[in-house]
């Protein structure tokens, strides 16, 4: 299953703590396909698409939520990693 498939089906805490694990491999494996390789650029991208948020639950038919389940969270580390 490859990273994307494996953060759209994160539900669980335990399933976020491996979607981490596997998206470090994932990055060391195979870092031309992330934009963001070092933290610093990791948590800005991060927090600029955190704040912009809004656009991509209206694209996914999804509410704005107060507070983010494991799955959105798994979402935000996908988009993290390529967001500019």
Known sequence: MDLNDQAHRVR????????????VTDLRNRPE??????LENFLDAWG???????????????ELPDQPDWNLVAAMVMAARIYE
Do not use: I, P
Request: aromatic residues 16%.
């Open 33 to 38: 396909e992330w934009e963001n390789v070092t």
């Open 48 to 62: 600029a698409w955190v704040g912009s948020m809004q656009g991509w639950c209206k694209n996914q038919g999804r």
């Open 12 to 23: 669980t805490r335990e399933e976020f703590v491996q979607f981490l694990a596997d998206a």
